[in-house]
């Protein structure tokens, strides 16, 4: 039994497995020996006495290449793997052709762009590996800055057959260290950095920008070692927890010798449990090989189990038969409403199993969602879900995107007609609904184009504020009742706040 498969024996995530070591060499707590023992220790504790199923080990960047490659669209294709850290790896390329994957070349520790982009973000007064998407939304209002510009020239340098090095005297990362994440030389440079809750002046953004396009420029160099490499697709896979920077992936997307690009839905390292399954799938003499079209692989609950709850809570609910056209509605007249319907997507990003949807016509629906549930920064953006049928109207040069990984540029009838969920510089990351992979969610967005003429919804997770996104019915009615929304949508049932 893999890894994997064991540690969902024993319904926890490898990653706490890891976790739970505690050992005081960071390293050493990865070591297969140690994990071996603490499986065995874990299937003890729950009373399993047999014989320990055989446990598999992956290499991190090759379980991310995995999920990758094995469940996109295309029969050869490039890989990227942009990482802080997997093992002593940083950036990876690969090459899947088929069901097999090579390795072209390997960028180790401090060479991380990961632990570049970390180390901004606490620079800028955000948490490191959590709130890096907050200095990419930051970007798009900075300027170009040669002085900055310059320093990011020195933290990261270029080189001609496209290679980067990232200068550890700028951050301060021993090996999987966590702590202060800059290092002096970046205070020398930049100045003092922004303490959290500090006015966010226009020298900040200016460092945003120059963060973002340093990381961008890295990557995209990174494409030509391909072609040293002798990678001849212009197909391209991209992974690693930098793989959720959308506007990195925007920008790869449009690079010349890039025709089509893949995201999997889960690009970070929840993605590697599957990556490493499917890699001892593929060992074993099974085909790892299946296109994932839509990523709703978590718990769903049948319409009674949900009028259960609802019963047994005592709320208020009406059944409707049309339930996509009374949404719908309900959306056209200004009203938030949560959206819980079939299985949890699996992911970061909620696309339409957990949502809360919005009208996006008036650019204060931003500010209402925020004041009412979200509780975020002014500035930061909301994206929407679009219909695939109509993505040309909205975007330019669009493909299909439906795991809402790749920023876009817009058009500007999707800037005046989609405001709350376009950002400041005319970019946002869409999800893109097909009706054959989440046919109640396309029916909802058709009927609220045939009403109001706009056929996409600002689309944001269903969680309050920084916690979870919400799971089970319980989940959602108390997200609904602690929250400002309007309506609750679950499965056919509907409630409304005050009966
Ligand atoms: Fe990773």
């Not at 890295?218 to 002798?230: H, P, T």
């Not at 991209?238 to 690009?261: Q, T």
């Not at 099974?286 to 709850?309: C, D, I, K, M, Q």
């Not at 600002?458 to 009742?481: C, K, M, Q």
Request: hydrophobic residues 35%.
């Amino acid at each position: 039994m893999p890894l994997f498969l064991a540690a969902t024996a024993l319904k926890r995530s490898p990653l706490s497995l890891f976790r739970k070591t505690g050992a005081s060499g960071e390293i050493s707590k990865y070591q297969p020996a140690n994990i071996r023992q603490l499986l065995t220790e874990m299937f003890r504790s729950e009373g399993f006495t047999g014989k320990l199923p055989p446990v598999r080990f992956i290499t991190h960047h090759l379980a991310h290449a995995a999920i990758a490659f094995y469940t996109s669209p295309f029969d050869k294709s490039d890989i990227l793997i942009i990482d802080g850290s997997g093992e002593n790896k940083a950036t990876s390329g690969y090459i899947g052709e088929g069901d097999k994957l090579k390795k072209v070349f390997t960028y180790t520790i401090p060479d991380s762009l990961g632990w570049f982009y970390k180390s901004v973000t606490e620079y800028l007064g955000y948490l490191p590996d959590r709130h890096e998407g907050r200095v990419m939304a930051l970007a798009s209002y900075g300027e170009e800055d040669e002085e900055i510009q310059k320093i990011f020239s020195r933290i990261i340098s270029l080189k001609k057959d496209g290679s980067y090095r990232h200068n550890p005297a700028y951050s301060f990362l021993g090996a999987h260290r966590n702590g202060k994440v800059f290092g002096k030389k970046m205070e020398e440079d930049l100045g003092p950095p922004r303490f959290k809750g500090e006015e966010i002046s226009q020298r900040h953004k200016n460092i945003a920008r120059a963060a973002q396009d340093t990381l961008e420029e890295s990557v995209v160099s990174l494409l030509s070692r391909f072609k040293n490499g002798e990678g001849v697709s212009s197909n391209l896979c991209v992974a690693g927890g930098i793989a959720l920077n959308c506007r990195m992936n925007g920008h790869l997307s449009e690079h010349p010798s890039v025709e089509n690009i893949y995201l999997p839905p889960l690009p970070g390292d929840a993605g590697t449990a599957l990556g490493a399954a499917l890699l001892v799938a593929a060992n074993l003499g099974f085909n790892p090989r299946f296109s994932l079209t839509h990523s709703y692989w978590g718990p769903g609950y049948s319409s009674e189990e949900v009028e259960a709850v609802l019963k047994k809570t005592k709320a208020d609910y009406s059944k409707e038969k049309d339930i996509s056209g009374r949404a719908a509605e309900l959306l056209a007249k200004g009203n938030l409403l949560g959206w819980f319907q079939g299985r949890l997507e699996a992911g970061p990003r909620a696309l339409g199993g957990r949502s809360i949807l919005a009208d996006p016509r008036d650019i204060k629906t931003k500010d209402i969602v925020n004041k009412r549930v979200k509780g975020r920064e002014k500035w930061r953006p909301f994206a929407p879900s679009i219909l695939k049928e109509n993505m040309n109207d909205y975007l330019l040069n669009p493909f299909d995107s439906p795991f809402m990984g790749i920023a876009f540029k817009t058009t500007p009838k999707a800037d005046s007609d989609m405001p709350a969920a376009i950002h400041v510089d005319s970019t946002t990351r869409p999800q893109i609904v097909s009706r054959d992979s989440s046919k109640k969610y396309w029916e909802l967005i058709k009927k609220f184009g045939d009403l109001t003429g706009v056929y996409g919804l600002l689309n944001t997770s269903f969680n309050v504020n920084e916690e979870p996104i919400v799971a089970s019915p319980e989940d959602a009615l108390r997200s609904f009742y602690a929250s400002g929304l309007d309506y609750l949508v679950i499965e056919n049932f509907i409630l409304r706040k005050g009966g």
